[in-house]
C-alpha cells in the first residue's frame, strides 16, 4: 500500500452535517457543512481524497460546504502548469508589478498572527474559530 493509499475508503467514514446556518459567502443564504468526524485521523490518502471531493481544511477539521440546491461555493484546483493568465489577470499582474512574494520557514510570527487575527475578527465573529489565538492559528 503507498503513503497516498487511504487505510480505510472514504465511503467508510464517518461525516456529520451541520444545522442550516447563515451563509458566509452568499448574503440572504442558509449553508450546511458536512464534517468528517474529528475522531478520525486525516491520514495523507484520506485528506488527498477528501480534497478531490471538494474538502478544505480548517486545523484538524476537513469540512466542506453541503448546501441543497446549491453549489456556488465550489473548490476549485487549478492545474498551474497549464495556467495561462487571462486579460483580466495579465491587467492584475502589472497592477500588483510592486508587489514582491517570498517563500518562509513556518513559524509564529506576530505581523502575520496580527493579520491572521482581523481575518477571524472581521469574517468570523460568528463562529467557532473566534476569538483567534495564538494556538488556533499554530493548528491553523
Known sequence: MSS???????????????VPH???????REATTL???PQE??????????????????????????????????????PVERFEPNR?????????????????NACFNSRHYALYADYICQRHADGDMYPPSHEQYRTF
Open 41 to 78: 485521523a486525516p491520514l495523507p490518502g484520506v485528506y488527498d481524497s477528501l480534497s478531490l471531493l471538494g474538502f478544505r481544511r480548517s486545523g484538524r477539521h476537513l469540512y466542506r460546504p453541503h448546501c441543497e440546491g446549491c453549489n456556488a461555493c465550489r473548490s476549485v484546483r487549478i
Open 22 to 28: 447563515d451563509c458566509s459567502y452568499l448574503p440572504g
Open 88 to 104: 483580466t489577470q495579465r491587467k492584475l499582474l502589472r497592477r500588483n508589478a510592486d508587489l514582491q512574494t517570498r517563500v518562509v
Open 35 to 37: 464534517f468528517l468526524d
Open 4 to 18: 497516498n493509499t487511504p487505510r480505510r475508503p472514504v465511503r467508510d467514514l464517518r461525516f456529520f452535517l451541520t
